[in-house]
């Protein structure tokens, strides 16, 4: 998709869904994300009352998902909602998966297409480095434009919770809505959507954040006007955040290849579309449990 891309399988089919969880060792109480082609798709499936409607128009096909509550008899296998009576849904706007999913006309589970935690892919040939022979085809859509996964909101009556920052960012949304919400994406045990867990998206190297002077022997992943030094990638020298946020995996997974024991990672302005970065960041650099 336009963000990362993503590990599909059939919605309604808890085989399909089943071999996804198998594929990336992902924990079972750790939702997905359903992908459809237009919120007319998606009110066969989930109830969108007119704050989610306000929001949908606002931002599908686009980088922005809704938990909402599920109808009765939807036909979402409960795998993909954890047993929950809610369900993340977002329609895409890249012009493959879009396709896609016209083509298939029905919904699509997609979490990003890497082993659980680890950094997100960016292009066809990170899923085929992550997976191999283990997916039966991949759809080569060229680099990912984001890079960063959607932005998830919990949409509850008229209370509206941020759980995932991402490109369609706080004040975009606030802009919409006309009001403050609240934001709910500290790390939890008990996730409502992905992205909520404290380990992930994160290298096999040991990150430290907030450098300004990597160590010797640190690969260093900077941003903004800064000397080149040996194993160092800039997100941006421009200092854009939006550039800085469709660098980020692929250069952490750059990185990550070099095979050093810690990425030392410059400050990122925590305004924007920096504070979706400085998430992801922040929970690379958390421990393995």
Same mark, same amino acid.
């Given at each position: 998709?336009?963000?990362?891309?993503g590990?599909?399988?059939? /919605?309604?089919?808890k085989?399909?869904?089943a071999?996804?969880?198998?594929a990336?060792n992902?924990?079972?109480f750790?939702?997905l994300i359903?992908?459809?082609?237009?919120i007319?798709?998606?009110?066969?499936?989930?109830?969108?009352?007119?704050l989610a409607?306000?929001?949908s128009?606002a931002f599908?096909?686009?980088?922005f998902?809704?938990?909402l509550p599920?109808?009765?008899?939807s036909?979402i296998?409960?795998?993909?909602?954890a047993?929950l009576?809610?369900?993340?849904?977002?329609?895409p706007i890249?012009?493959?998966?879009h396709?896609?999913?016209?083509?298939?006309?029905?919904?699509i589970?997609a979490p990003?297409?890497?082993?659980?935690?680890h950094?997100?892919p960016t292009?066809?040939?990170h899923?085929?480095?992550e997976?191999?022979?283990?997916?039966?085809?991949i759809?080569d859509?060229?680099p990912?434009i984001n890079?960063?996964?959607s932005?998830i909101v919990?949409?509850?009556n008229?209370?509206?919770?941020?759980?995932?920052?991402?490109?369609?960012?706080?004040?975009?949304?606030e802009?919409?809505?006309?009001?403050k919400i609240?934001?709910?994406?500290?790390p939890?045990e008990?996730p409502?959507a992905p992205g909520?867990?404290?380990?992930h998206? /994160?290298?096999? /190297?040991?990150?430290?954040l907030n450098?300004l002077?990597p160590?010797?022997?640190?690969a260093?992943l900077s941003?903004?006007?800064?000397?080149?030094?040996?194993n160092m990638?800039?997100l941006?020298?421009?200092?854009?955040l939006?550039?800085? /946020?469709?660098?980020l995996f692929?250069m952490?997974?750059s990185?990550?290849q070099?095979?050093l024991?810690t990425i030392?990672?410059?400050p990122?302005?925590n305004?924007?579309?920096g504070?979706?970065i400085?998430d992801?960041?922040?929970?690379a650099?958390?421990?393995k449990d």
């Amino acid at each position: 998709t336009e963000t990362v891309y993503g590990l599909g399988a059939d /919605a309604t089919n808890k085989d399909a869904v089943a071999k996804i969880f198998a594929a990336k060792n992902r924990p079972s109480f750790n939702p997905l994300i359903v992908h459809l082609s237009s919120i007319e798709m998606a009110e066969k499936y989930v109830e969108i009352k007119p704050l989610a409607r306000k929001l949908s128009d606002a931002f599908w096909p686009g980088p922005f998902t809704m938990v909402l509550p599920l109808k009765e008899n939807s036909g979402i296998t409960d795998l993909i909602t954890a047993g929950l009576n809610t369900v993340a849904i977002r329609v895409p706007i890249h012009p493959v998966a879009h396709q896609l999913l016209q083509k298939f006309n029905g919904p699509i589970a997609a979490p990003s297409a890497n082993k659980s935690g680890h950094i997100s892919p960016t292009t066809a040939q990170h899923v085929d480095d992550e997976f191999g022979n283990e997916v039966g085809m991949i759809i080569d859509g060229g680099p990912c434009i984001n890079g960063l996964e959607s932005t998830i909101v919990k949409v509850e009556n008229d209370q509206l919770i941020l759980l995932r920052p991402g490109n369609i960012t706080k004040e975009r949304i606030e802009e919409v809505l006309d009001t403050k919400i609240e934001a709910g994406n500290k790390p939890t045990e008990n996730p409502v959507a992905p992205g909520q867990l404290k380990s992930h998206y /994160a290298p096999n /190297a040991k990150m430290r954040l907030n450098v300004l002077e990597p160590e010797k022997g640190e690969a260093y992943l900077s941003f903004g006007d800064m000397k080149q030094r040996k194993n160092m990638l800039n997100l941006s020298e421009n200092g854009d955040l939006e550039e800085a /946020a469709a660098n980020l995996f692929l250069m952490m997974r750059s990185l990550d290849q070099l095979g050093l024991n810690t990425i030392a990672v410059a400050p990122v302005p925590n305004d924007g579309i920096g504070v979706a970065i400085n998430d992801r960041l922040k929970r690379a650099a958390a421990p393995k449990d």
